[in-house]
């Protein structure tokens, strides 16, 4: 079957997708982006991704442009376009074709690109097992925007997952100026202890991650504790538990983490706790609600 792809207001085979090299989103990665994942044919809160990309496009000028376009019909055509009951989805928006940085204060047309491949799930036994994690070199700034948004310039993110792949790790944990923990290079991050949960807040210079906020329902549906704050490294001895949450793995029990010194960090017994997995339940039944 022909890969599908929607850019710019047409469905097209993916061998006669271009993209202009005066784009700014390919020379200075001025774009933003968002990764869905579809259950059953469904997009699994097409709503909200596409919301959270809009207010992005509204703080660094990208939405009078986008007046028009509808980005959720864009998504559920290209799903459908390619026959996919379970798949992986991203949608890009950049700024499109400018002639000069004398440009960037016209409207110009943006580019508008949404993919949608095949996803075959982590094996049940990543998630019996959970991920590792080191401390990144890289560091988030809590009074950057761009660190509030999903942009297509990826790079420290990038940077940092790079860092864990050659370490041996699953992941990376980024701090910010301040040493406090922010996220993952590719997810956010919940911590376990008695009183309930504890996530990095916004205000630590975090990405508000679709599946965070869900997470944030989830508990409290549950009458789980949750508050958003501040953490330091060396306060991770004191939580039970913890995990990382993204659109595509879910919810992904975090067992141990590696600091910049090479010193192991064991979360709680070193396994998937019982709050964790309480959670990964709630998580895959609401999806199994909200896309059957």
Not at 1 to 26: H, W
Not at 79 to 98: F, Q
């Amino acid at each position: 079957m022909v890969e599908m792809v929607y850019l710019n207001g047409a469905l097209i085979p993916r061998s006669q997708a271009k993209v202009s090299a005066f784009d700014f989103g390919f020379l200075y990665g001025y774009g933003l982006f968002e990764t869905m994942r579809a259950y059953h044919g469904k997009i699994f809160r097409l709503e909200q991704h596409v919301k959270r990309l809009l207010d992005s496009a509204k703080a660094i000028g990208l939405d009078a442009s986008l007046k028009g376009v509808d980005l959720n019909k864009a998504c559920i055509d290209t799903l459908k376009a390619n026959s996919l009951p379970d798949a992986r989805l991203r949608l890009t928006v950049s700024r499109g074709e400018v002639d000069s940085f004398l440009g960037l204060n016209i409207r110009a047309m943006p580019t508008v690109l949404v993919t949608a491949r095949s996803y075959l799930p982590l094996p049940s036994e990543v998630y019996r097992r959970g991920y590792r994690v080191c401390v990144s070199s890289f560091r988030r700034y809590s009074h950057s925007l761009l660190s509030r948004l999903k942009t297509t310039n990826y790079l420290v993110s990038l940077l940092a997952k790079a860092e864990a792949e050659k370490s041996g790790m699953d992941e990376a944990l980024l701090l910010n100026e301040d040493g406090f923990i922010t996220e993952g290079s590719i997810s956010n991050v919940f911590l376990v202890e008695q009183t309930g949960l504890v996530t990095p807040s916004l205000e630590c210079g975090i990405l508000p991650g679709v599946t965070r906020e869900v997470v944030l329902e989830l508990a409290k549906t549950l009458k789980i504790k949750a508050i958003e704050g501040e953490v330091r490294l060396d306060d991770l001895g004191r939580f039970g538990e913890a995990f990382l949450t993204n659109s595509v793995m879910e919810v992904m029990p975090l067992v141990e983490v590696r600091d910049t010194d090479g010193k192991i960090i064991t979360i709680g017994s070193g396994k998937p706790g019982k709050i964790t997995k309480r959670l990964m339940l709630a998580y895959r039944e609401l999806v199994e609600r909200e896309t059957t």
